[in-house]
């Protein structure tokens, strides 16, 4: 088994790349990432001399790079984390978060439905259905809830899932996708909230409030989050989407 794990040097996706080549001695990992401002390659020290891992330097919205690499490597499975992820970012210019999350998911889309891939699996946020009401703590999202995204960022999202879901019902294409919720652990990027709030309280430093601190965040371990994705990339039925949460709601104070 091959799989193709795009991202795979960012937050989640790393810790994805970890979880797969240790699980799965038997199967070929190879990990496609651009390194830009959040990708590290460090955090992969521990697994890159592994003989079931290899790192590929490229970008996903190249499309003559990225069938060269199918062509090359026959992929079984494809799984996707590579994304432009920052809201104030995609706020700042919105053109990178199409070219990257819409363009790109499409170039793997048009691969994967090229060379045969058995199962591709796109990795998406539960920011694409919108905020739910403070005074609804019974609420949750549904793989139902209409989308209603709030940025750039959750609508180039919300666009490439629905991507994803046109190429099984036009082409056949075997695809999953899973919507998360906010996750935190090992190897999480220095500006987010928790490793932000801890890193200044290490440095006795002021914490930053957001608005009156009131926003609730559901919060899900990334190691629970890589065990959600092995099972649906290995048992999910295809053409569904599966929404991965942690049910820890907390305010951010």
């Given at each position: 088994?091959?799989?193709l794990v795009?991202?795979?040097?960012?937050?989640?996706?790393?810790?994805f790349?970890?979880?797969?080549v240790?699980k799965y001695p038997?199967?070929?990992i190879?990990?496609?990432?651009?390194?830009t401002?959040?990708?590290?390659?460090?955090?992969?020290?521990?697994?890159?001399?592994k003989?079931?891992?290899?790192?590929?330097?490229?970008?996903i919205?190249?499309?003559?790079?990225i069938?060269?690499l199918?062509?090359?490597?026959k992929?079984?499975?494809?799984?996707?984390?590579a994304?432009?992820?920052?809201v104030d970012?995609?706020i700042?210019?919105p053109?990178?978060f199409?070219?990257?999350?819409?363009?790109?998911t499409?170039?793997?889309?048009?691969?994967?439905?090229?060379?045969?891939?058995k199962?591709?699996h796109?990795v998406?946020?539960?920011?694409?259905?919108g905020?739910?009401p403070?005074?609804?703590p019974d609420?949750?999202f549904?793989?139902?809830t209409p989308?209603h995204t709030s940025?750039p960022?959750?609508s180039?999202?919300?666009?490439a899932?629905?991507f994803?879901?046109a190429?099984?019902?036009?082409?056949?294409?075997?695809?999953?996708?899973?919507?998360?919720?906010n996750?935190y652990g090992?190897?999480h990027?220095?500006?987010?909230?928790?490793?932000l709030?801890?890193s200044?309280?290490?440095a006795?430093?002021?914490l930053?409030v957001?608005?009156?601190?009131?926003?609730?965040r559901d919060?899900?371990?990334?190691?629970?989050h890589?065990?959600a994705i092995?099972?649906?990339?290995?048992?999910g039925?295809?053409?569904e989407?599966?929404?991965?949460?942690g049910?820890?709601?907390?305010t951010?104070?």
């Amino acid at each position: 088994m091959k799989i193709l794990v795009t991202g795979g040097a960012g937050f989640i996706g790393g810790n994805f790349v970890h979880h797969m080549v240790n699980k799965y001695p038997d199967y070929e990992i190879v990990n496609l990432d651009l390194l830009t401002y959040a990708g590290n390659l460090e955090t992969l020290k521990p697994v890159e001399d592994k003989p079931n891992y290899k790192f590929v330097k490229g970008d996903i919205a190249d499309r003559e790079f990225i069938m060269d690499l199918f062509e090359k490597e026959k992929f079984d499975i494809v799984v996707n984390f590579a994304a432009e992820s920052h809201v104030d970012r995609s706020i700042e210019d919105p053109s990178i978060f199409v070219k990257t999350n819409v363009e790109g998911t499409v170039v793997l889309l048009d691969a994967a439905k090229k060379y045969g891939v058995k199962r591709y699996h796109q990795v998406s946020t539960d920011e694409v259905y919108g905020d739910l009401p403070l005074d609804r703590p019974d609420l949750f999202f549904t793989e139902t809830t209409p989308l209603h995204t709030s940025s750039p960022y959750s609508s180039s999202k919300a666009s490439a899932d629905l991507f994803v879901l046109a190429y099984h019902r036009t082409f056949g294409l075997p695809v999953t996708i899973s919507r998360c919720s906010n996750n935190y652990g090992p190897y999480h990027f220095p500006e987010k909230l928790i490793p932000l709030m801890i890193s200044r309280a290490l440095a006795d430093e002021e914490l930053p409030v957001y608005g009156r601190g009131e926003n609730v965040r559901d919060w899900l371990h990334v190691s629970d989050h890589c065990e959600a994705i092995d099972l649906i990339i290995h048992k999910g039925k295809v053409g569904e989407v599966y929404n991965v949460g942690g049910h820890n709601e907390r305010t951010n104070l």
